[in-house]
């Protein structure tokens, strides 16, 4: 099945298209209908139901992973598991357009993006701390390879 192409519009003697004409049908090519389907996911601000759920399954999966590898948070509080969980998905996807876009702008300054994430790994570190994952920030890491208090 070949989609139909779109012949451009006769234009009326006054040189304004018609209004009632300007919609034709078409058919969608299977690239073009998964793109729309896709769409509505990955843009935040116009997400729809199924992109909440699919935010919602993401972090529920990393809480699963976290307590499959750390099985001293079955006990953990599950608003920090969450919380936790929440932020390192978006701490990925911060780093991600980092990655894709550069650290800095075309003047050479840092990207106000960098500064965002930069305190997303600061909020991620406090609550692994918060959590027992991780050493509070203030033991030496030297003493603690070294076996000494």
């Known amino acids: 099945m070949t989609p139909r192409q779109i012949q451009p519009e006769p234009q ?3 040189g304004s298209s018609s ?3 300007s919609r034709r049908p078409y058919t969608l090519t299977p690239a073009a209908r998964q793109q729309r389907s896709e769409a509505s996911r990955k843009h935040g601000a116009y997400a729809t ?3 909440s759920r699919l935010r919602q399954r993401r972090t529920r999966r990393k809480v699963r992973t976290l307590k499959s590898q750390f099985p001293h948070l079955a006990t953990a509080p599950d608003h920090l598991l969450q ?6 998905l978006i701490c990925a996807k911060v780093f991600a357009a980092l990655v894709d876009d550069d650290v800095t702008t075309v ?4 990207r106000k993006l ?3 994430y930069r305190l997303l790994q600061a909020e991620l570190r406090t609550l692994a701390e918060a959590l027992g994952m991780l ?8 003493s603690d390879l070294l076996g000494g208090k």
């Open 12 to 14: 009326e003697q006054d």
């Open 19 to 21: 209004e009632s004409s």
């Open 49 to 51: 139901a199924s992109a």
């Open 83 to 88: 919380r936790y969980a929440e932020v390192d």
């Open 107 to 110: 003047a050479g300054e840092p």
């Open 114 to 116: 960098l500064g965002e």
């Open 135 to 142: 050493k509070p920030a203030g033991s030496d890491p030297l």
